[in-house]
């Protein structure tokens, strides 16, 4: 329909103004739209001041809220069985804005020791320089988690689900009974897991946060991150993030939610894929041991079974290659034919990562020693491609080690 509002405007006005700003439809589209404006107006001035004052369920600028964005916020508060979420431009920025609502120069952080390594790096270089001492714990060790706690001043306690290598597995209703008793809060990493398999703010989690890069987008299209929590939580992580500007565009929002619908059937399949890989690779003379929480040989097997639901135990494997060292492991990198060598996991694909390349890189060897990453350490995203597949690409490339 022409918009005769602004037929008496000359040619350059109407090139600017004509088809924009329509009124209210009386439909509403089966998925949700891309709202890519940076600014939204109201006719009305007083509903305009009001979302300029926060008010809830109005837009006015995307800094501060996004309708794509919020729909993506809600949809992982659902799944997560919170009563929010706040979408930010990756997993890391959703791991900063968690951690500075809640310590301040002066506070301790108990921290898991086997965290991924960029988050150990944030914690070591940015907080420590702004006062913030972390004290590295094994997280499955609830005896030194309360030690290091009763030291006092502890506001964060942070962990993985399941951890980064390692595949350990955390006892989350354990830990956070602990760091409630001590006054501080749980912020559980729940990337690697998904909420398909444990929700953890359901176990008494304060935070729930993960790099929706990864299983929530699972297509290797997207960057972003999530964390889930209470209303009143996510209002102050918002106003937090409002300052420093860490938000998700609508375009990787809308990617996220896209992804976000086909998790279950991806995660169900991943997770199967894995657990015959694990298996194969556990029967591997190249191989000298294999990290899987659904091998019963792991030592977060008795946690996992109790936790995660129907005999499924993540998509990700991870293995040490026998007399492991750089070059045996580039060897094998590099004789992989279908599997993607990636920085990445949770999609479609799967990848294979070198953590001491990678991942845990800014670390040096003795920490990575500390924490059981040697040379020889491999990490696999299972991807939901044919399993017997995955398996012809694993055992041609181990051969060539």
């Known amino acids: 329909m022409a918009d005769t509002r602004r037929q008496h405007l000359k040619l350059a006005s109407r090139a600017v103004h004509a088809g924009e700003r329509p009124g209210p439809r009386d439909f509403v589209p089966v ?38 964005t919020q729909a993506l916020e809600t949809a992982v508060a659902s799944l997560e069985e919170q009563e929010a979420a706040l979408a930010l431009g990756s997993g890391m920025a959703a791991l900063n804005v968690t951690i500075l609502a ?34 590295f714990v094994d997280a499955l060790d609830l005896d030194q988690v309360e030690h290091a706690l009763a030291r006092g001043r502890v ?33 559980v990493d729940n990337t690697f897991a998904t909420p398909y398999l444990l929700r953890p703010g359901t176990l008494g989690a304060d935070y729930v946060i993960h790099s929706a ?21 996510r209002w102050e992580l918002n106003e937090i993030n409002k300052a420093i500007g860490s938000i998700l565009g609508p375009f990787e929002s809308w990617l996220i939610l896209r992804g976000i619908k086909t998790l279950p059937l991806r995660m169900q399949r991943q997770c199967e894929n894995a657990a015959r890989v694990a298996r194969w690779l556990a029967e591997h003379p190249a191989v000298e041991r294999v990290y899987y929480p659904g091998l019963e ?34 060897r094998f990198l590099r004789g992989l034919r ?11 694909y799967t990848e294979v990562l070198y953590p001491v390349m990678a991942s845990h890189r800014g670390l040096s060897p003795e920490q990575r020693q500390a924490i059981g990453i040697g040379e020889g350490l491999v990490r696999i995203s299972v991807g939901i491609e044919d399993p017997d597949d995955i398996i012809a690409d694993l055992e041609q490339a181990l051969a060539q080690v």
Request: aromatic letters at 8%; charged letters at 20%.
């Open 31 to 68: 998925v949700t739209p891309i709202y890519p404006g940076s600014t939204f107006i109201y006719e009305d001035l007083d509903q305009m001041d009001a979302a300029l004052g926060g008010a809830e369920g109005v837009f006015v600028y995307t800094r501060y809220g996004n309708p794509t």
């Open 102 to 135: 809640s310590v301040e120069a002066g506070d301790r952080v108990v921290a898991s020791r086997d965290l991924y390594g960029q988050t150990i790096t944030l914690l070591n270089a940015i907080y420590s320089s702004l006062g913030v001492e972390t004290t």
């Open 155 to 187: 506001r964060l306690v942070l962990c993985e689900t399941i951890s980064n290598p390692l595949l350990r597995v955390t006892d989350i209703p354990a830990l956070a009974e602990l760091a409630h008793r001590y006054g501080a809060r749980l912020a």
């Open 213 to 233: 890069t990864k299983y929530l987008g699972g297509h290797g299209d997207v960057t972003g991150g999530v964390v889930a929590t209470t209303a009143d939580r």
């Open 297 to 330: 040989i792991h030592e977060s097997h008795r946690t996992a079974r109790e936790l995660f639901p129907n005999g499924l135990y993540g998509a990700m494997v991870a293995f040490d290659i026998r007399d492991g060292t750089r070059e045996r492991v580039f």
């Open 338 to 348: 279908l599997i993607v060598p990636a920085t990445t996991l949770g999609d479609v």
